[in-house]
């Protein structure tokens, strides 16, 4: 494990395993590096692996009330400079997604050789001719009532949540999994998570992602209950450079719910790029 110290104050978190082509992992809201501990222990066999803890999660620094996915991207900014890390894949779930995506338009935008996304979409709330956020839609979902039950119980609303990551229909063979990130959400800073909140469900890259350069991956779960085949679908037609991928036993998890598969598809998209870079 390494220590990042950032340029504003605070530290990151990180492990870098392994040698070879660098894959950076930006894990989903809530749920720190842990989530990649499969990919962590497989990958690192034949690549160089790179996972922080984002702000506001393990050990690293808080996440402020007005920060913004703005500033995480900053942090990972830091991060591939600090390591010299260059042609590296960001691999984002969820939420790191966007981080992904709004580093790979900032002022390290070089550094990026290539993104897969893990079921995810550029704008999380519906609305103004978007409709390939949360399945629920604005006209359902209150980030206000989220927020509210959050701080009432976080671990009353851990448990609602934390199922709806892994695939519809499967709550019994998922049990293990469920449990295992039950374990790793309920101890987070609860002032963290709900500033992330806000700024994750308030994010708009629509437009940012339709102007991008970058080889990417759209990888998404067939099962997922919480984005639609149909936003996969829109980001292939949207990015330039861009193919995807559905894993049809998964969920909003997939590099956790079939990680084997996942592991072989990463690595076939990593080939592929140092393929093309060498004609």
């Not at 984002?54 to 996440?63: A, D, L, V, W």
């Not at 400079?81 to 042609?87: H, K």
């Not at 309920?186 to 308030?202: E, P, R």
Request: aromatic content about 8%; overall charge negative.
């Amino acid at each position: 494990m390494g220590t990042l110290q950032l340029n504003g104050g605070g530290t990151l978190e990180f492990d870098d395993q392994g040698s070879g082509p660098a894959m950076v992992f930006l894990h989903g809201w809530s749920l720190g590096k842990e989530a990649f501990g499969k990919q962590r222990r497989e990958l690192s066999r034949g690549y160089r692996v790179v996972i922080p803890d984002m702000r506001g999660h393990g050990k690293s620094t808080k996440f402020a009330s007005g920060d913004g996915i703005g500033t995480l991207a900053g942090d990972l900014e830091q991060l591939l400079v600090e390591l010299d890390l260059t042609d590296v894949i960001l691999v984002g779930w969820s939420m790191g997604a966007l981080v992904a995506w709004q580093t790979a338009t900032g002022p390290q935008r070089g550094r990026i050789g290539g993104i897969v996304t893990i079921d995810m979409v550029p704008r999380v709330l519906n609305g103004d001719g978007w409709q390939h956020g949360l399945r629920a839609g604005t006209h359902l979902y209150d980030v206000d009532i989220d927020l509210s039950k959050m701080r009432d119980d976080w671990r009353a609303f851990t448990r609602a949540y934390v199922p709806m990551v892994f695939a519809s229909g499967k709550a019994i063979e998922r049990r293990e999994l469920i449990d295992r990130m039950l374990e790793l959400v309920s101890d987070n800073d609860l002032d963290s998570m709900t500033n992330l909140w806000q700024a994750l469900v308030h994010a708009d890259f629509v437009a940012t992602v339709q102007e991008l350069d970058v080889p990417t991956l759209v990888t998404y779960g067939a099962l997922s209950q919480i984005y639609t085949e149909d936003a996969a679908i829109w980001m292939q037609r949207h990015i330039s450079k861009s193919r995807r991928v559905c894993f049809a036993d998964s969920g909003h998890a997939p590099h956790l719910e079939e990680p084997q598969r996942f592991n072989q598809t990463l690595a076939g998209f990593a080939d592929e790029l140092e393929q093309q870079g060498n004609e």
